[in-house]
């Protein structure tokens, strides 16, 4: 039960960083993470929490790098292979 009260608030720190950012655009969206995370780290559940590096895999990492790949271009993309390629064999 005390991993869906953790869960669920990490949620809510989520959300709270995703309402902060609409007030404050210029600060980077790495910044408000961390201070949310910092701000959760007081809360009492905190105290004793490990994360383990399976599911920080899969729940946090993997939606990022799934989102940063919805994000690029194919022009940029295919910019970097060919500029990369051109390293190699120039």
């Not at 608030?9 to 210029?26: C, D, E, H, S, Y």
């Amino acid at each position: 039960m005390q991993t869906l009260y953790l869960v669920g608030l990490l949620l809510v720190g989520v959300i709270a960083a995703n309402i902060v950012k609409q007030f404050m655009p210029r600060i980077p969206d790495a910044f408000i993470f961390i201070g949310m995370g910092l701000l959760l780290s007081f809360t009492p559940i905190f105290h004793n929490f490990e994360l383990e590096p399976e599911f920080f895999m899969l729940v946090i990492i993997a939606p990022l790098m799934f989102v940063d790949g919805q994000r690029q271009s194919f022009e940029k993309i295919r910019q970097n292979l060919v500029s990369s390629s051109c390293y190699q064999w120039c």
